[in-house]
């Protein structure tokens, strides 16, 4: 199954990286930014057929590996 | 309007990050995982209102800054 996976910082969690995002479309004459936050996205294949259990998996992948559950939230998406 | 955009490498073109998560998520004794992209994700939120000019909006910020449309795709989510 084929999982796509967003990672995202939590609310209230400084993202400079948008901020500069944010500030380069100024630059560049786009108007009525209001805010840009800058995450993560992977594209995981595994071979589990399961939805269950391809799920449970990838969570599993989630919380030890991809994200900073501190800081991030994900969200799974199966396929 | 908030605006969710995917950044992802395009077939063929190599992507050593995703390789070297592919290879910590074997050393952590995950098996069966046959691939790993990984990708960008931006939440962009516009003053914009009509959603037919945000989305060109958008698509123009891609174009210009987001993403790199040599190697990279884009897709566009608006709400």
């Known amino acids: 199954m084929k999982a796509k996976i967003k990672v995202t910082l939590k609310n209230g969690v400084l993202d ?4 500069a995002i944010e500030g380069a479309l ?3 004459g786009f108007a009525g ?7 993560k996205f992977f ?3 595994v071979a589990e ?3 269950s259990k391809a799920h449970e998996a ?3 992948m989630c919380e030890k590996l ?4 501190v ?5 799974i998406e199966l396929s």
């Open 43 to 45: 594209e995981i294949d």
């Open 49 to 51: 057929i399961d939805k």
């Open 26 to 28: 100024g630059s560049l």
């Open 58 to 60: 990838i969570k599993q």
């Open 16 to 19: 400079p990286q948008g901020k």
């Open 66 to 69: 991809i994200a900073n559950t």
């Open 33 to 39: 930014v209001n805010s840009v936050r800058q995450g």
């Open 71 to 75: 800081i991030e939230n994900y969200d």
